[in-house]
DNA sequence: TATTATAGCTAAAGCTTATTAGCCTGTCAA
DNA sequence: TTGACAGGCTAATAAGCTTTAGCTATAATA
């Protein structure tokens, strides 16, 4: 790992933590292991640092929810798909580098236009966009009913992002959390499966 | 309007706009059109000013989803349920005070217990208990199918306060996210209204 | 009327912050 | 071997920040 590495990894879970304008580059630098000056031999600035981490939440992004990896072997069965959408959320809740980024962009996304859009794609289109397509690839097996599979998909991970949010910020309610998501995902089973 | 009160207003609208560490005093002696110095006559310091916004907060929070003003008249069919519903989010998104408070929120709510907790009452629970009320009336009503309340009220909200937050920090879309609303609306009707 | 409290002001202290200048060392290529 | 460069360092600058001290005028009170 390059020190332009450490200092990115470093700053991303400062800002994670205390926020952009919380954060000292004196802070990121102690992490580091250097001093605050020689962070300006990687990056021209604070914000220098901070477009970078930008263009990573972007690539991380595009990984995450661009591949179509999620598609390859669609769950056959109510509880196959329970069992993978649980294992797939308890995963983005407790991934560390997911973690920060999605605390970074929370208290971030005023900050510009990028930021916000950002947000707006992890938060939203691309878990929607996700799942629509293999709710929709299940819809086509027979497993669930004829719908407009982006609605469903909305209905499905709408909560799960408000609660993995209130998991971040509360995680001492992290059982309870769990256990409402799980519950939710049964009862859009119900609703929308066929028996 | 007295000082103090025009004090956390502008102190409220910038630190909405620009987060409390990037809000200095100096700039909210300005807006209330006094200098710097003459704050520490109304408040102990910065810290003392945010403490008061939170406890605004709560008292906010306590007015608008405490109240059971929403139980008075309860909707007595599907499109006067969709219409009332409709009014109150286009209230809640539109409504100056209430947009600052959650501007606010969202960017603190990794800061203390309290700003954590607020914020998953305004977010979750305050809206949940509310419309869980709501429905629990339609469901004695026979205008919903009987289920349990919470968790229709779950449904019904987590996507509403999703695309609020996102009209918030993308407002060009606002139209699409209303229509995306109402939809959303019209389908939870769909689904779990009597015919 | 005398006095006291309120609420503004200026000046400045004192600290933190981001950034720059300039130096030193080790590495690698010419 | 020499020279360039990468990447660290210390020292210092310059600006910004919050907060305090102390002065003044007005309004309320005894």
């Given at each position: 790992m390059t020190t332009k590495d450490k200092i990115l990894d470093e700053a991303l879970t400062l800002f994670a933590k205390n926020g952009y304008d919380g954060t000292g580059v004196e802070q990121i630098a102690e992490k580091v292991g250097i001093k605050a000056p020689s962070l300006y031999k990687h990056f021209k600035g604070k914000e220098d640092i901070l477009n970078a981490l930008i263009d990573n939440s972007e690539a991380r992004y595009e990984e995450y929810f661009g591949s179509e990896q999620h598609l390859r072997k669609l769950p056959e069965s109510r509880e196959e798909f329970i069992r993978v959408t649980m294992e797939r959320i308890l995963f983005t809740m407790h991934d560390p580098m997911i973690r920060k980024i999605r605390r970074f962009l929370v208290q971030?996304?005023?900050?510009?236009d990028r930021l916000a859009d950002i947000t707006t794609r992890h938060q939203l289109e691309g878990v929607q966009k996700m799942y629509a397509k293999i709710i929709e690839g299940m819809m086509e097996m027979g497993l669930f009913v004829k719908d407009n599979p982006a609605l469903l998909a909305n209905e499905l991970t709408a909560q799960v992002v408000l609660l993995i949010a209130k998991a971040d910020r509360q995680p001492q309610y992290e059982q309870e959390i769990t256990e409402s998501i799980e519950r939710h995902i049964r009862h859009f089973c119900d609703v929308y499966m066929r028996v």
């Open positions: 971030e996304q005023f900050r510009n």
